[in-house]
């Protein structure tokens, strides 16, 4: 499997928005890059997931490195509610992959009011 | 609210002994994964199940087993438990192929002594 990087953790003030960044060097062709987050006593979340373009939902934006190489989840402005562990997975589009889920270490976020 | 639940949330064994937890899917949903997590970790996949059957696995021994039922619920057994099985257990569900999002329970957390 593909393998991610992500600082271990970040801090943010409430209502400024939160840069997360990730490496995927070796990111292959069918692979979509997925953002989930794990809210402390919760199971994981799905935030976001894209293949080539940057792309926008309710709760966050990800941008996509030209080469694919890296991205960067952004969430605009950041709430208590979004203090988290943040998990940048790659997830082979093929069918025969299934829904397997390759999950790091992943990124804490603090936010202080 | 995903429409994933688990039961039961907390239970507590001893070396040696076997057990079971529970799934409910989200209605719809034909693919169910596995999920262990432990302490301070990201989750680890376990396996997943496509129309009644085993359909791709992890790292993990034979002991670990499922079931998945055409009601939608499914079934994770842990026979001969070890002190290392004391972990967080997600279960997620989701239709296969799609690329999509996947949906998870809270998780049963077991505690093996």
């Known amino acids: 499997d593909a393998k991610t990087t992500q600082p271990n953790s970040m801090e943010s003030n409430e209502e400024e928005p939160v840069h997360l960044p990730c490496n995927h060097s070796?990111?292959?062709?069918?692979?979509?890059i997925h953002w989930y987050r794990q809210l402390p006593s919760q199971g994981p979340e799905y935030v976001i997931h894209?293949?080539?373009s940057n792309v926008n939902n309710r709760m966050a934006s990800l941008a996509i490195a030209e080469d694919r190489k890296s991205s960067t989840l952004i969430l605009h402005r950041a709430t208590l509610r979004d203090a988290a562990v943040y998990y940048c997975?790659?997830?082979?589009?093929?069918?025969?992959?299934?829904?397997?889920?390759?999950f790091g270490g992943g990124t804490r976020v603090l936010v202080k009011p | 609210e995903t429409g994933v639940t688990q039961s039961p949330t907390h239970l507590i064994k001893t070396r040696g002994q076997q057990v079971t937890l529970r799934c409910s899917s989200q209605?719809?949903?034909?693919?169910v994964s596995w999920y262990q997590q432990a302490l301070g970790q990201g989750p680890q996949f376990i396996f997943q199940?496509?129309?009644?059957?085993?359909?791709g696995r992890g790292n993990f021994p034979p002991r670990f087993s499922g079931l998945q039922f055409p009601n939608y619920s499914s079934e994770l057994n842990v026979n001969a438990l070890e002190l290392d099985d004391s972990a967080l257990y997600l279960c997620?569900?989701?239709?296969?192929?799609?690329?999509?999002?996947?949906?998870f329970g809270e998780g049963s957390r077991l505690t093996v002594l």
């Open positions: 997620a569900s989701s239709l296969i192929g799609l690329g999509g999002e996947l949906f």
């Open positions: 070796t990111i292959s062709g069918t692979d979509y």
């Open positions: 894209g293949l080539t």
């Open positions: 997975i790659l997830r082979d589009r093929g069918k025969a992959a299934g829904n397997k889920l390759t």
């Open positions: 209605s719809g949903h034909n693919t």
């Open positions: 199940y496509y129309r009644e059957e085993e359909n």
